[in-house]
């Protein structure tokens, strides 16, 4: 009995950690969504979080690089949403409305209603 009811703990600890690690909670206002309007410099598709990095001036014009974030559903899930490695390219131009970071850091999470990333021609993404 004692072995079963430390097995249980330790799966509950390990579940927590695990939620903890992969959860959002705190770090991007869901709240908000802000728009910001910049430049492809790198799209690193890859697991456990692919991250789009956007060169974009922030509200007084000086270059920042953005570090967009989509959720935590990871390449599987993008893939089936028809992202691929080939998706953005460096140097095209997009407009992204996304959750900001609530650290005020220039990132913000691509995951939600609302949010979405569109191409200089109008079209959405992927």
């Given at each position: 009995m004692k072995r079963a009811a430390l097995a249980g703990a330790i799966v509950v600890?390990?579940?927590?950690a695990v939620a903890a690690h992969h959860g959002q909670v705190g770090l991007f206002d869901d709240g908000r969504i802000v728009e910001v309007k910049g430049t492809v410099k790198q799209w690193n598709f890859?697991?456990?979080h692919p991250i789009l990095v956007l060169e974009a001036p922030d509200?007084?014009?000086?270059?920042k690089e953005w570090d967009i974030y989509f959720g935590p559903g990871a390449v599987p899930s993008l893939r089936r949403q028809g992202f691929s490695a080939d998706t953005f390219k460096a140097g095209e131009v997009l407009v992204i409305k996304g959750?900001?970071?609530?650290?005020?850091?220039?990132?913000m999470d691509v995951l939600g209603k609302g949010t979405g990333v569109t191409r200089a021609d109008g079209r959405s993404a992927p």
């Open positions: 600890c390990a579940a927590v890859v697991n456990p509200e007084k014009g000086i270059r959750h900001p970071a609530t650290s005020g850091a220039p990132g």
